[in-house]
């Protein structure tokens, strides 16, 4: 069964450095997220994204984060300037269709640790 | 607060029991709802979905309930297995600008005892 890829599973850095979060949706999916999970609480949304641009981000997804599709096949999220709140598993996910409502199958995420 | 609950934060129960995990949605535009499994380390996993025209739909040993007159969602697993031990998550889903946002509950615990 086709599966969405997150690379890498996990990532340490520094404060203030960036960080950029590796994905490779379900190859015929047209929708893309990305979301995020603080240890111990909700699994949060952040942005999504189709047709190569974003089309509904949260209050969460401030300047510090953007999304790329840079090629066909992969998608990512860049984190400018971390901080230590960033900190926390961070998931992405694509789905079929919109109209009539379609699960997002997610990847296994990667853990951000900010020290 | 938040908008969708669940009422039990961890559920015990005995393998080849059945099992019940409840989840309250506040929204009652919501029209699509979906059951996600987290195993540990891992990323949520689709179980089941069910959409507001129907109030009932079964897949393979999961059964999912939905009473829009009092917001309530329910997932039941029948015949638990030591390996359906993870948390469950409801997620109620709204159409915001072009995309099915999910907001999600905090999950529950299930831990099937063998």
């Known amino acids: 069964e086709p599966e969405v890829t997150q690379t890498p599973s996990h990532q340490v850095t520094q404060m203030g450095q960036e960080v950029i979060l590796r994905c490779v949706p379900i190859?015929?999916?047209?929708?893309f997220y990305w979301y995020r999970q603080i240890l111990g609480q909700k699994v949060e949304f952040l942005v999504s994204f189709y047709n190569n641009e974003i089309s509904e981000k949260s209050e969460i997804f401030d300047d510090q984060f953007s999304v790329e599709r840079p090629d066909g096949s992969n998608f990512t999220l860049k984190i400018r300037s971390t901080k230590l709140e960033d900190s926390a598993m961070y998931f992405c996910a694509s789905s079929a269709a919109l109209q009539t409502g379609q699960p997002q199958h997610f990847g296994d995420g990667t853990r951000l640790s900010i020290l | 607060g938040e908008s969708v609950g669940l009422h039990l934060p961890t559920l015990s129960v005995q393998e080849g029991d059945n099992s019940i995990i409840n989840c309250a949605y506040s929204?009652?535009?919501?029209?699509?709802f979906i059951w996600y499994k987290q195993e540990s380390g891992k990323g949520p996993q689709f179980i089941i979905d069910i959409r507001s025209n129907m109030d009932k739909r079964q897949g393979q040993r999961v059964t999912v309930l939905l009473n829009k007159t009092v917001k309530h969602l329910s997932l039941q697993i029948a015949a638990t297995q030591p390996g359906d031990s993870a948390v469950y998550f409801c997620?109620?889903?709204?159409?915001?600008?072009?995309?099915?946002?999910?907001?999600f509950g905090r999950g529950t615990s299930l831990i099937v005892h063998p």
């Open positions: 929204n009652s535009a919501s029209d699509y």
């Open positions: 190859s015929n999916h047209l929708y």
């Open positions: 997620a109620e889903n709204n159409r915001r600008g072009g995309s099915y946002i999910p907001t």
